[in-house]
Structures are given as C-alpha cells and as structure tokens.
C-alpha cells in the first residue's frame, strides 16, 4: 500500500515542532483522515478540532502545504507526495495544542455587530431578487480561513482595530437587507476598520464556500463608506432629495 | 508506521514570519512577477510616449495617449499635449480596485502572494494619505466619461478620410482601443455600485426595476474586470505603438475602403 509522510504541528502556546507521521494512502482520503489515522494508530493525544466531515462545519480548518484549508476537504492525492505534506495550525490565532487554535477573538468582534433591526412598520414579505445577495453571504460557515489569510490579521496583528474579512460578509449581509433598518457603515469605517482592508483577495481565494468576499461584500462597503464620507456630491444629493439612498 | 519529530528542513509555526516566508510549495511569485513586469513595461512605455510629443497623429488617426488633443502647436503648453491629459486615466487605473490589488501584492509585496509573509512595517491600508486617495476612485470614474467621449470622437475620425467616409486597419483598430477602454470603465466596481450596488432594496426602490437591471450587466461585465482591465491597457500600448509606427513611416497603414 502507497504511504506519505505528514509532518504534524505538535506543541501548545509554549512552543512546538513539526513531528513526522508515515500514513498509509486510500482511495479518496482527505487530510483529516490522515489525521484521524495519525490519532487512531499512532499518536492518540494528537489535538484536531473537527466535527462533520462534509465541509459544512468549518472546524477543521488547518494550513496545508502553506495554504489555509478546510483538511476535510483536501484531499490527499491532489497534494504532491515526493515531500512530506505539512499541515500547520492557522497562523492568525494563538494555538491551543497541535493543530487546535482559540478563536474565541472571532466571536467577540461578532458580538460587537448590532443585529438584524427591522425597519419601522415593516411589511415583512420579501422578493427574491432583493435577498439574493445577501443569500450568497448566508453561505459563510465560519471555518475563518479568510481571517487566517489575511495579511492585516495575519501578518499586521491588528486584531485590536479590524474585524476581518469574515465580519465584513455578516455586516454586507445585513447592510444590504431589504428590510433591515439600522446603518453599520460609520462602525464599518471607524471601529471595524475596513480601510485597513487593500483589497488583495487572499479571503476570496480560500473561502470554502466560494463566496465572492472581496467584490461582494468588502467592495460593496468600502463604497457605501465612500457615500457617507468621502463623496461631497452624494452628500449633497442626499440632502436635497432627503433621501438616504438606501 | 514510523514516527520522527523535527527533520531538518521542515519549518515550524515561528518560520511563517518575514517577507517571502511561506510553506506554498506551488509557484505563488509567478504572478505578481507577471504583474511587475507588464505594470512596470507599460508604466516605462508611456512615460517615454507621452514625453516624446512626437509621432502620435497621421491622417485621421490619433494615439489614445494624447486625446483629446489639447495645444498641439504649443501656444501656451510648452511640454507634451499628452502630459495635460495622461492625469485622468493614470488616476482611474491607479486607484481601480483590480489595478490596487495588483499593484499592492507585485510592487508593495503587501502581501506578495496568499499566506506568505511579509516584512516588517507599520501598516496602516487605505487610512492614511496617501492611500485614502483611493476613495476618489468614483471621480475618476466621472472623469473617464470625458475621454470616453474623446475617444469616441477619434474612432469616428479614423473612418473619415478628407471628409469621406473610408477605413484603414488603424480606423479598426482605434475604434476597438475605444471599445475596450469602454468596457473597461463600465466594468468598473463603482459604477456597480453607483448603478445599483448601493440599493437594499430593488423592489422598493424608484426605477428599482431598471436599476437591477443595469447592476446585474454591470456585475456581468465585472466578473471578468481583470481580464477586461489588462486587455485594454495592452490595447491602448497597441494602439500607440500602431500610430507611433505608421507616423514614422515604418510600417505602411493598409486602406481597406
């Protein structure tokens, strides 16, 4: 039977090695089930974060080969075996053990957004050619390999001052709801820091569930940041229609 | 089954710090690499071009860098009529959404490439000046329509030979330059926005019906932005080096009709 070399992030918060397991090949296997192999055989303490095992949990994300993957969704034989294959846990978050990070950070920039707030008197019936956009954002599972990869968070650090690509997606999903009433975009501009955003892709890139991140949702605020601050014209326009152009 | 712990070579979490330090194995410097030398060649092209203030008419054809043609005979502009209006389309491919995406990865190597890492230095994205220029983009949207009309007018030109009508291979070509450069701007994500983007509602909305409309072609041609915006750049190169070539009479313009 065909065998490959992992080369698993073993350690916690104090530090760690890369540690190397020999796993035999099957048909069809994913990274996680070399993983699960490694946990069943050969080393039962190995740390995995995972629950379903069909790419809709978004748990067991990881950096495989240097790319932040979902490794349910990774299979083996589409990796190149001639080196071991790496599988590193995500960079932008403090590791816990092995391959297992907090993310908790994650849930308290979430916390932050003010919820869905119905218009006034709403008539709550809605057309499909108003929701499908913000539908397409309904898709995100949470996996947060867009947070790991991008650079401001990972590279930068600037947790403190920026949500993420992740937080941008739930923000356009309820800034572009036809029934939502509230406005996000001064938070979007001054406290989530989407400025600090360059717009270079990477979350569109990995996103699991292909949703068009940058162009749909980071894009599409970055402009309505622009109406509200950066375009006297739109302002004006606003003023004399008392329109909020909504 | 064999269990070994930290061979030599393998990197660990700490060497995933620093500029170009990744785990990638595939050739992620490929294409910002591309992008430096096409971004870079056309950026050293034009300055030279446009300073030249030579070779950019013959017959009823006019280079897309110096249009509209403004003081040709020097009456009050002593350097090159291209340099009074390059100002406007630099502006609106400089702060292009695809165009900062590109440039930021190939030139600032902010980052280089998806998961690699980067040098140290003190961020701050499109925050502070000179980056938060980016958010005049929309002018320059505003602005391109002038030189689209520029344009336009030249490509009709190309088809009138002594106030008849007839058509070399440069008419076609400037009056493709014209519809690239079109889509091009058309494609653009604030005119997306502007058209539509910047609606929550459609159903509620004055002429939201037209408007969803307008914004799912806009979308349609800006799904394929990129492609759109390199071919065009590669187009109006083309089409100077057409004109340059046929004023200096290297290469003969064939009348077709």
Sequence with gaps: MAEVVMAVHRGDASGGKPVEYTVPLAPGMVVLDALHYIQGHLSPDLAVRWNCKAGRCGSCSAEVNGKPRLTCKTRMDSLPSDKPITVLPLKAFPVIKDLVTDVKWNYEVNRKIPAFSPRPGTDWKMYQEDVERPQEFRKCIECFLCQDVCHVLRDHGKHAEYAGPRFFVRVAGLEMHPLDGLSRIKGMRNQMGIGLCNITKCCTEVCPEEIHITDNAIIALKERVVDQFYDPLVWIARKITGSDGR | ?257
């Excluded at chain 2, 061979?7 to 995933?16: D, F, K, P, V, Y």
């Excluded at chain 2, 926005?193 to 806009?218: E, I, P, Q, Y």
């Design chain 2, 1 to 257: 089954m064999a269990v070994s712990s930290g061979q030599a070579g393998l990197r660990n979490i700490e060497a995933r710090v620093g500029l170009g330090a990744t785990q990638r194995r595939d050739l992620w410097w490929v294409q910002p690499l591309a992008v430096f030398v096409g971004l870079a060649a056309f950026g050293i092209y034009a300055t030279l071009r446009a300073f030249q203030g030579n070779f950019y008419q013959w017959g009823p054809y006019l280079s897309p860098f110096y249009s509209p043609l403004i003081d040709p005979e020097h009456h009050w502009w002593p350097l090159s009529p291209a340099v009074l209006v390059l100002g406007g389309p630099l502006g609106f491919r400089t702060t292009c959404y695809y165009y900062r995406k590109a440039y930021y990865r190939a030139f600032f190597l902010d980052p280089a490439a998806c998961a690699v890492g980067e040098a140290r230095h003190k961020y701050s994205g499109e925050t502070k000046f000179p980056l938060i220029l980016q958010n005049i983009h929309r002018y320059f949207f505003y602005l391109s329509f002038v030189f689209l009309v520029s344009l336009w007018r030249d490509a009709v030109r190309g088809f009138m030979w002594n106030g008849h009508f007839g058509a070399g291979v440069g008419s076609f070509v400037l009056l493709i330059d014209a519809a690239l450069l079109t889509t091009y701007t058309f494609s653009c994500h604030s005119c997306r926005h502007m058209v539509g983007g910047n609606l929550d509602c459609f159903s509620c909305a004055k002429f939201g019906g037209t408007r969803l409309s307008l914004w799912k072609r806009v979308t349609s041609l800006n799904e394929h932005h990129m492609l759109i915006a390199w071919t065009s750049l590669f187009f109006v190169a083309f089409t100077d080096v057409y004109v340059m070539l046929v004023a200096m009479g290297k290469i003969q313009d064939l009348r077709l009709f």
